[in-house]
């Protein structure tokens, strides 16, 4: 069933306010350059009395080559922003003592490890408050501010004796320390591997009481399993928590559960409540105002892991039967929180390209949850990524619409009011072409949804170069959100075709799950649909055709590649296309065995679904590109790919950037590979003289 979220169907909806911005000059194309003039606005946070909101702003430093967080405040009732740490150093995950008075947030500073600092709000030096030998991953205030909790990695046997050496101040042993051979990665566990993290072992994620006054640390949960998402009750006595303590081994599932236990916990978690016992992941528990429910997500069906629909539930806070809340919704929720007064259910909804901020009136009466009209708060074709609910009702939304980046917004006589203007200057400057959402049929009749953006000199009529950029996932979706990269391409001249094909979220879990053990058939039909659509309406050139994506997006682009040769030029970021010899490889061998089996028990399967045994179909020139370090889609499918292509005498090209993982950080090695993007579609697609490869940057670009 397709959700339209239509207007008429809701109440108190707020739509997004023109905004003004003062005189310019003729606003010019967008740049490469200008990628990293955007400033991402993100983690809202209102103060306790709504008065004052705190957010952290990101900035992509590209003469430093380093990315920086800082943390801002401004006021609710309007004017300037404030900046509340310093540059030079990353701040983050800013969050406010219950009474409003100080400002928690993590920060390396001066230090190895990622500690917990504290900043008076009327200002003064933030003072470090934890001292762990290993980061600390996340925190939370107790209701009555004398507490957090937090969430510690076990530490290695490297990190305590680090920081054994730094109370007794043994510089030259430390030293001596860091100039040791690396120890070998010792591992028995099923799940070996994850980005970002590298080779894991039996070292997990726990929670730590942590009491300000002493600065003492208590360890309240153990075992060989990793503990997240810790959430208060509103007494203070309890924290809830998400962890998969499924047996034999939690490594065997995607199963994960919400469990409570006594924040005044002194046996490491011996003595926990299992509150539910759903065999799908249950995670991102919030307690009601008077404690007696915990709301959260879950996801029904464990065979479908990813695929399964997101829904909001609620169950008693002592465990008991679960209500799941929006089965009539079947779209995906993140987010839930319950409003100050207990009586309704916040939530951010997945829909049609879109994220709208919903909610559902509730009361409880002897135990049972009775649901009333189902609401909107915040709908429009936008994004809402994020929100702050305020103990007085108040709320904050972070926003992105297709045309500007996110902000930071607050709610009033049915309006939006933007409250930050971050990237107002630089979006004031540039000349942009508006992503259109489209509707059109597949081969078979199935009616797909995408964003389509015409080249910025678009003139009715005209065919234009057109680039298909797969989306990655493959269960994600392109959303109503300002983006870079299609602005990039229509101001060189292409038309940009962003489709949402059967896999993508937003449409319903039978629209999700259409492809599922059944990659690159369903999805390649709706992503070929929408280049077929584009020509029909007389925008896409069909001789001058490109394809490109990352991740699943990487992926499509080698299934697409190998059963046509409509493309003049193809590039494959973190893609992968022999799938067998990334089981054991890559982080995803539960995904695999889920959708596929064992490839040594099912190799038809696994055969089927890998377009790398079409290889010699493609004559596409394709560029295949990846980080060295990527556990995610490691760079050996586009080695594999590059590698195939080369021996047949096609022309391709691998790029290989060092220090990578699956999502790029390093501020140079993205603008080399935009340079890279437009360089290999203008010399094959366009037919541009330049060569497809860039020149190096000179020293010290």
């Given at each position: 069933m397709k959700l339209a979220l239509r207007p008429a169907l809701l109440s108190a909806v707020l739509v997004l306010a023109p905004l003004a911005f003062p005189q310019q000059p003729a606003p010019r194309p967008i740049t490469i350059d200008d990628y990293f003039q955007i400033h991402p606005v993100h983690d809202p946070q209102l103060s306790p009395d709504a008065k004052w909101l705190l957010y952290t702003v990101t900035t992509a430093q590209l003469k430093e080559d380093k990315n920086e967080d800082r943390i801002w405040m401004i006021s609710t009732a309007g004017g300037d922003s404030t900046p509340l740490t310093i540059e030079g150093v990353s701040s983050s995950h800013p969050r406010w003592s219950p009474d409003g008075k100080f400002i928690a947030f993590l920060s390396e500073r001066a230090e190895s490890k990622t500690q917990v600092w504290l900043l008076n709000r009327q200002g003064g030096e933030a003072q470090r408050l934890s001292d762990t030998p290993q980061d600390v991953d996340?925190?939370?205030?107790?209701?009555?501010?004398?507490?957090?909790?937090?969430?510690?990695?076990?530490?290695?046997?490297?990190?305590?004796?680090?920081?054994?050496?730094?109370?007794?101040?043994?510089?030259?042993?430390?030293?001596?320390?860091?100039?040791?051979?690396?120890?070998?990665?010792?591992?028995?566990?099923?799940?070996?591997?994850?980005?970002?993290?590298?080779?894991?072992?039996r070292r997990r994620t726990h929670l730590y009481l942590?009491?300000?006054?002493?600065?003492?640390?208590?360890?309240?949960?153990?075992?060989?399993?990793?503990?997240?998402?810790?959430?208060?009750?509103?007494?203070?006595?309890?924290?809830?928590?998400?962890?998969?303590?499924?047996?034999?081994?939690?490594?065997?599932?995607?199963?994960?559960?919400?469990?409570?236990?006594?924040?005044?916990?002194?046996?490491?978690?011996?003595?926990?409540?299992?509150?539910?016992?759903?065999?799908?992941?249950?995670?991102?528990?919030?307690?009601?105002?008077?404690?007696?429910?915990?709301?959260?997500?879950?996801?029904?069906?464990?065979?479908?892991?990813?695929?399964?629909?997101?829904?909001?539930?609620?169950?008693?806070?002592?465990?008991?039967?679960?209500?799941?809340?929006?089965?009539?919704?079947?779209?995906?929720?993140?987010?839930?929180?319950?409003?100050?007064?207990?009586?309704?259910?916040?939530?951010?909804?997945?829909?049609?390209?879109?994220?709208?901020?919903?909610?559902?009136?509730?009361?409880?009466?002897?135990?049972?949850?009775?649901?009333?009209?189902?609401?909107?708060t915040i709908h429009d074709r936008l994004m809402v990524n994020d929100y702050s609910l305020a103990k007085t009702g108040d709320l904050v939304a972070q926003i992105a619409t297709i045309d500007r980046p996110d902000e930071l917004f607050s709610t009033s006589a049915g309006?939006?009011?933007?409250?930050?203007?971050?990237?107002?200057?630089?979006?004031?400057?540039?000349?942009?072409?508006?992503?259109?959402?489209?509707?059109?049929?597949?081969?078979?009749?199935?009616?797909?949804?995408?964003?389509?953006?015409?080249?910025?000199?678009?003139?009715?009529?005209?065919?234009?170069?057109?680039?298909?950029?797969?989306?990655?996932?493959?269960?994600?979706?392109?959303?109503?959100?300002?983006?870079?990269?299609?602005?990039?391409?229509?101001?060189?001249?292409?038309?940009?075709?962003?489709?949402?094909?059967?896999g993508s979220t937003g449409y319903g879990e039978k629209h999700a799950k259409a492809i599922y053990a059944d990659w690159g058939n369903k999805d390649f039909q709706d992503d070929m649909a929408m280049v077929d659509y584009a020509i029909e309406q007389g925008i896409a050139d069909p001789e001058k055709l490109g394809v490109g994506g990352w991740s699943y997006g990487g992926i499509s682009t080698d299934f697409i590649i190998a059963q046509t040769t409509r493309f003049k030029a193809a590039i494959s970021g973190a893609g992968s296309a022999l799938f067998v010899s990334d089981y054991g490889h890559d982080q995803y061998q539960k995904d695999y065995e889920l959708e596929l089996g064992h490839p040594w028990e099912n190799k038809a399967a696994w055969e089927r679904v890998s377009p790398f045994y079409k290889v010699a179909n493609i004559t596409t020139p394709a560029l295949f590109m990846g980080g060295d370090i990527d556990w995610n889609v490691p760079i050996l499918g586009g080695e594999q790919m590059f590698q195939a292509l080369k021996r047949l005498g096609r022309p391709t090209e691998l790029v290989v950037y060092p220090g990578e993982y699956h999502e790029f950080k390093t501020p140079s090695h993205i603008k080399d590979r935009l340079e890279r993007y437009l360089a290999w579609y203008g010399h094959y697609v366009k037919g541009d003289s330049a060569p497809p490869t860039p020149p190096p940057a000179k020293s010290g670009e």
């Amino acid at each position: 069933m397709k959700l339209a979220l239509r207007p008429a169907l809701l109440s108190a909806v707020l739509v997004l306010a023109p905004l003004a911005f003062p005189q310019q000059p003729a606003p010019r194309p967008i740049t490469i350059d200008d990628y990293f003039q955007i400033h991402p606005v993100h983690d809202p946070q209102l103060s306790p009395d709504a008065k004052w909101l705190l957010y952290t702003v990101t900035t992509a430093q590209l003469k430093e080559d380093k990315n920086e967080d800082r943390i801002w405040m401004i006021s609710t009732a309007g004017g300037d922003s404030t900046p509340l740490t310093i540059e030079g150093v990353s701040s983050s995950h800013p969050r406010w003592s219950p009474d409003g008075k100080f400002i928690a947030f993590l920060s390396e500073r001066a230090e190895s490890k990622t500690q917990v600092w504290l900043l008076n709000r009327q200002g003064g030096e933030a003072q470090r408050l934890s001292d762990t030998p290993q980061d600390v991953d996340d925190f939370a205030w107790s209701p009555d501010g004398r507490r957090l909790v937090l969430v510690l990695r076990d530490a290695s046997p490297e990190e305590l004796e680090a920081a054994k050496e730094a109370k007794l101040k043994d510089h030259a042993a430390e030293a001596k320390e860091k100039k040791k051979t690396a120890k070998p990665w010792v591992i028995d566990r099923l799940q070996f591997k994850f980005d970002e993290i590298g080779y894991l072992d039996r070292r997990r994620t726990h929670l730590y009481l942590f009491d300000l006054a002493s600065k003492s640390v208590t360890q309240i949960t153990s075992g060989d399993f990793d503990d997240s998402e810790p959430a208060w009750s509103p007494d203070g006595r309890l924290l809830a928590f998400t962890s998969n303590r499924s047996k034999p081994d939690p490594d065997l599932n995607y199963n994960s559960d919400i469990w409570v236990v006594a924040a005044d916990n002194s046996d490491k978690g011996t003595h926990l409540t299992q509150v539910t016992t759903n065999a799908g992941a249950d995670s991102s528990p919030a307690w009601s105002p008077d404690g007696k429910w915990i709301a959260y997500v879950t996801q029904l069906d464990p065979h479908l892991f990813d695929y399964a629909t997101k829904h909001l539930a609620l169950v008693p806070a002592a465990g008991g039967e679960p209500s799941v809340l929006t089965r009539f919704l079947d779209r995906n929720v993140t987010e839930p929180r319950f409003s100050p007064d207990g009586k309704s259910v916040y939530f951010i909804a997945d829909d049609d390209g879109t994220q709208q901020l919903c909610q559902l009136p509730a009361s409880f009466a002897a135990g049972n949850f009775t649901m009333g009209n189902f609401v909107c708060t915040i709908h429009d074709r936008l994004m809402v990524n994020d929100y702050s609910l305020a103990k007085t009702g108040d709320l904050v939304a972070q926003i992105a619409t297709i045309d500007r980046p996110d902000e930071l917004f607050s709610t009033s006589a049915g309006k939006l009011n933007q409250l930050t203007h971050t990237n107002d200057a630089l979006m004031s400057q540039l000349k942009l072409t508006h992503g259109e959402y489209v509707h059109f049929k597949s081969k078979d009749g199935t009616v797909i949804s995408g964003y389509l953006y015409k080249p910025l000199d678009y003139v009715p009529g005209k065919k234009y170069p057109t680039i298909l950029r797969p989306h990655g996932g493959p269960v994600w979706a392109y959303y109503a959100e300002f983006d870079h990269l299609p602005q990039l391409y229509a101001a060189n001249g292409y038309a940009v075709l962003f489709p949402n094909p059967r896999g993508s979220t937003g449409y319903g879990e039978k629209h999700a799950k259409a492809i599922y053990a059944d990659w690159g058939n369903k999805d390649f039909q709706d992503d070929m649909a929408m280049v077929d659509y584009a020509i029909e309406q007389g925008i896409a050139d069909p001789e001058k055709l490109g394809v490109g994506g990352w991740s699943y997006g990487g992926i499509s682009t080698d299934f697409i590649i190998a059963q046509t040769t409509r493309f003049k030029a193809a590039i494959s970021g973190a893609g992968s296309a022999l799938f067998v010899s990334d089981y054991g490889h890559d982080q995803y061998q539960k995904d695999y065995e889920l959708e596929l089996g064992h490839p040594w028990e099912n190799k038809a399967a696994w055969e089927r679904v890998s377009p790398f045994y079409k290889v010699a179909n493609i004559t596409t020139p394709a560029l295949f590109m990846g980080g060295d370090i990527d556990w995610n889609v490691p760079i050996l499918g586009g080695e594999q790919m590059f590698q195939a292509l080369k021996r047949l005498g096609r022309p391709t090209e691998l790029v290989v950037y060092p220090g990578e993982y699956h999502e790029f950080k390093t501020p140079s090695h993205i603008k080399d590979r935009l340079e890279r993007y437009l360089a290999w579609y203008g010399h094959y697609v366009k037919g541009d003289s330049a060569p497809p490869t860039p020149p190096p940057a000179k020293s010290g670009e």
